[in-house]
C-alpha cells in the first residue's frame, strides 16, 4: 500500500505540474458547471408544469421521458465540449505548445458537430439505462435488472474512456472514437485500474485530511460564534470544492497522458519516463513527445 501511494503521489505531482503551466484548465470544469447549472435551471421549469399536470405519483410517460432526454442531452454536451477543452489544452501542452483559453474554446467550437453526436449518444445510452432501472423498480426480478443495468452502465464508461482524446487527436465521430477507445482500452487495460486507483488514493487522503480539519474547524467556531460558525462551513464548501475541482481535471489531464502513451507509445512531455512506466507497466519501449 505504501509503494502504490508513492507511486501515486508522484503521478499526481506530475499531473499537477502539467496542470501548473497551464491554469486556465481550472475554468473549464468551473464554465461547465456554470452552464450545466443554468440548462437545469431552465429545464427546470416544464419539469414543474409536468408534475402539475399529472396528478398523483408521476407517471414515467413520453413526456417525461422526453424531458429526461433532453436533460441528458444537455448535460452531456456541456461537459463534453469543456471536457474537450481540457484535452486539447493538455495536447498542445504535451507537444511542447502553450494554448490560450480562447484557443482551446475555438478548437472545441470547431468540432461543435462531433461533440452534438457523441452527446446525442451518450443521451440515448443513458435514458436506456435509466429505462432499464425504472423497469427493475417496477417489476419482478429487480436486483438482476439493477445488476444488469450497473453492469451495462460500467462496462459503457469503460469502453469510453478515451472517447475525447481521440475526437481531440483524430476527429473522429463518436461510432469511431468508441472503436478508437476500445483499441487503446486493450492495450492498456491494466494501467487504466491503476490511474482510477493511484489518482483516487491521493484524492481520498485529501477527502479525509479535509473531514478532520472540518470536524476540527467547527469545534472551534462553535465556540466563538455564528459568525465564525458560518465562516468556517464556507471554507470547508470551499475546499471539497477545489478538490474536486483539482482532481477531476487532474483525471482528465492524466487519461490524455495515458491515451498518448499507449496509442503513440510516446511518454507525454512533463512527466519521467520512469514514473510512466511504472504506473503504467508499460511492455514496450517509449520515447518522448
Known sequence: MANAFSRSWEITKLTLHVMKQDKELLLFPVFAGIFSILFLVALLF????????????????????????????????????????????????????NATFGESITFALSKIHLIFYWSLLSATVGLLLRMLERAAERGRGNILLRFVAAGLGMAWAILTIFVVPS??????????????????????????????FGLGLVQFAFIIAGILASVALVFLSVALGPVALVMAIALIVLYFLAVILVFAVANTVFNTALFVYADKGKIPHGFSREVVQGAFRAKKAAGTI
Open 46 to 97: 416544464p419539469t414543474i408544469i409536468l408534475a402539475f399536470v399529472q396528478e398523483g405519483e408521476p407517471v414515467w410517460g413520453i413526456t417525461a421521458y422526453a424531458l429526461l432526454f433532453i436533460a441528458y442531452l444537455g448535460l452531456a454536451f456541456i461537459a463534453t465540449f469543456f471536457n474537450v477543452c481540457v484535452v486539447y489544452t493538455t495536447k498542445r501542452r504535451f507537444e511542447g505548445g
Open 167 to 196: 475526437m481531440v487527436y483524430y476527429g473522429l465521430g463518436p461510432i469511431d472514437a468508441i472503436k478508437r477507445s476500445t483499441q487503446v482500452l486493450r492495450k492498456t487495460w491494466g494501467e487504466s485500474l491503476i490511474r482510477h
